[in-house]
Every structure is written in C-alpha cells, then in structure tokens.
C-alpha cells in the first residue's frame, strides 16, 4: 500500500491535486480530465449534478431526514 496519498481533494478551495502526474484545477478541471470531455459538456454536466443534490436536499427537508 502507498504511504502517502498520491491525490488529494481540497474541500476548502474546491480543488484538487495529483501527485503522480502533477495536475491539478478545480471541479470543472478535474471532470473534464476524468471523462475526456469538453468545456461545454463538463459544464452541462455539473449543473445537472448541481440540479440534483439542489432536490436531494430539499426532498430531504421535507421528509426531515
């Protein structure tokens, strides 16, 4: 096993860091690199998701969950 993390995500300043490959952005760089995808997509993509814990909430209110 590794010894130490070979990434890291920063919730503080919403970004992340690989030290294997040395890269590293914020939300939207790390989807884009993980699904090969383009800025529009990616863009798209995270409002939907952004969309859906919106209601994942606010059902969870309503249930008092």
Do not use: H, R, W
């Amino acid at each position: 096993g590794e010894k130490s993390p070979s990434f890291m995500v920063y919730p503080a300043t919403s970004s992340f860091y690989c030290f294997g490959c040395g890269k590293g952005g914020d939300a939207v760089t790390f989807i884009k690199e993980i699904e090969k995808l383009g800025i529009e997509v990616t863009q798209n993509k995270l409002n939907q998701l952004e969309k859906y814990y919106e209601m994942l909430i606010e059902y969870n209110k309503v249930m008092n969950l």
